[in-house]
């Protein structure tokens, strides 16, 4: 079986990344991103995905964490992509819900190649420690369009701000786990446009 991996790197004026994705993972992870509450989601999200994600990130965080949590969610979504390669075989839809204590999040995901995020959640909080809570949608926007995928991501309930974002991850790997696997039953691509 080809192992599907991609890696990438990207400088800008912001942020130096360099960061290696692979699919067909067991949810190992080597994260450096200078933004502690990234770091954590992130690894959840790679260990649920079952996904083995290497990453050493520099960025303008005396600013703030936005360039850094924008240009890694960058190059997740690229290197998922090239590593999805042709796409043939592959389940293309995944779903998941996942239960963090009193909150309860569910993501859904089509392989598509037509990026969309619809996000559905309320935090209760502005920032958990000094990570703004706002930089959850741009991370999952950016991940949407550069992997071009339509992504779901409803937050039915919740009260504590890191549980309902923690759910929110975890389920992101579950569901896109589901997604990335071949499925025997599946002849060539997964589409009755013959592409995706």
């Not at 190059?75 to 992509?81: D, E, N, R, Y």
């Not at 619809?118 to 930089?135: H, I, N, S, W, Y």
């Not at 974002?165 to 499925?183: H, M, N, S, V």
Request: with cysteine; aromatic share 6%; net charge negative.
């Amino acid at each position: 079986m080809v192992v599907r991996q991609s890696s990438i790197e990207r400088k800008t004026n912001e942020t130096n990344i360099k960061l290696s994705f692979t699919i067909d993972g067991e949810g190992s992870t080597e994260l450096e991103t200078g933004v502690p509450f990234l770091t954590h989601m992130l690894d959840l999200f790679s260990k649920h995905g079952q996904f083995n994600l290497t990453m050493q990130a520099e960025g303008d965080i005396e600013v703030d964490d936005h360039h850094t949590t924008e240009d890694i969610g960058i190059c997740i979504g690229q290197t998922l992509k090239d590593a999805l390669g042709d796409k043939k075989g592959i389940k293309r839809y995944g779903n998941s819900f996942v239960p963090m204590d009193e909150a309860l999040a569910q993501v859904v995901v089509d392989l598509s190649n037509r990026p969309h995020l619809e996000f559905r959640a309320d935090f209760p909080k502005e920032k958990v420690g000094t990570f703004d809570t706002e930089l959850v949608h741009e991370f999952l926007w950016k991940l949407a369009l550069e992997a071009r995928m339509n992504l779901h991501v409803i937050v039915h309930y919740g009260h504590n701000t890191h549980h309902m974002i923690e759910a929110i991850f975890k389920a992101l790997g579950r569901a896109l786990d589901e997604a990335t696997t071949i499925d025997p039953r599946v002849k060539g691509i997964p589409s009755t446009k013959g592409m995706l």
